[in-house]
């Protein structure tokens, strides 16, 4: 019984921390979405170019920190000129920010997929990269914390604590910075947002390397648990789910759908056959948009 009891916490916590890292990759697509009006399918990418630009600053002789800092801001910038040179032309938004007449959601997804090709290619051309698996050695991901006969992975621990100081981060910047307050405006009413002398296009901007920082981030998270490697992008197709379970417009939705769904996820791997827990992000989104159509948290827009 006690086994059992063990081997269930244990789970559990692998499920809280990988749905940690789904819940980011949901809040940089949220993010985009609520700005731009957008749902960008290069996010997976972005979540590993920006790990292996930590792998490859580390490698260069930079101390962790700095490549760490180096990596993410590199995305940031990645998804800015990305949205200044390429989406804000090719998709056309008007002076108010709107999205031009004639352009459609599905311009928008083939693009940031084509995109998302193009980056993987650009990483793929490193053969280092495209045949070889990395670590990264953060804080503690090494370690094994013992509570009585309980074990828990350092690198999980770890994952959890920066989400929640991610989250925490998230949520004041929203509620006392300009920038935050302006892009809050942006995702209520552009227009009227413009009208009141807010640069609904900088925002726009913002909104996109903040999304790209965030998955960025969540590469480095995922490393001490997956590794770094061409594939770990693909966690944001379970990503994708986690952002339309809470609504596709809520922030704190997206990230409790990541984490609800990384733990029922862990959980079907204990009871389930073999392999099946891959198809339950899927199911469960099949169930929650037949039952709650516009999400979990489609109200809370925060």
């Not at 790990?51 to 101390?63: C, H, S």
């Not at 996820?265 to 339950?280: F, H, I, M, R, S």
Request: charged fraction near 10%.
């Amino acid at each position: 019984m006690l086994r059992a009891m063990l081997t269930f916490i244990q789970v559990l916590v692998s499920g809280l921390a990988i749905g940690c890292v789904y819940g980011l990759v949901a809040l940089s697509f949220v993010l985009v979405y609520k700005a731009a009006e957008t749902v960008s399918f290069m996010q997976g990418e972005l979540l590993m170019v920006g790990a292996f630009a930590v792998v490859a600053l580390q490698a260069a002789g930079w101390p962790l920190a700095a490549a760490l800092a180096g990596g993410v801001a590199g995305a940031a910038l990645l998804g800015a000129v990305l949205e200044r040179t390429v989406l804000r032309h090719v998709l056309g938004q008007s002076a108010m920010g709107q999205p031009a007449m004639g352009q459609s959601h599905l311009s928008a997804v083939l693009l940031t997929f084509g995109l998302g090709l193009m980056l993987r290619g650009g990483v793929t051309a490193a053969p280092a990269a495209s045949h070889g698996m990395f670590t990264l050695p953060l804080p503690w991901a090494d370690e094994v914390f013992r509570l009585g006969p309980l074990s828990l992975p350092g690198g999980q621990l770890l994952v959890m604590a920066a989400t929640a100081l991610v989250a925490a981060a998230l949520t004041l910047f929203f509620r006392y910075s300009r920038s935050g307050l302006a892009l809050r405006a942006c995702a209520e009413d552009a227009r009227s947002a413009a009208l009141m002398g807010v640069p609904v296009a900088r925002m726009h901007t913002l909104a996109w390397a903040l999304g790209a920082a965030l998955a960025a981030l969540a590469g480095v998270l995922l490393a001490p648990i997956t590794f770094v490697h061409l594939n770990m992008g693909f966690i944001a197709l379970k990503a994708f789910p986690a952002a339309v379970l809470g609504g596709l417009t809520s922030l704190p939705g997206a990230l409790a759908g990541g984490v609800f769904l990384g733990v029922v996820e862990a959980l079907a791997g204990l009871v389930l056959p073999e392999g099946t827990k891959d198809v339950v992000p899927y199911l469960l989104l099949l169930a929650a948009l037949l039952l709650f159509p516009a999400g979990f948290g489609a109200r809370r827009t925060a």
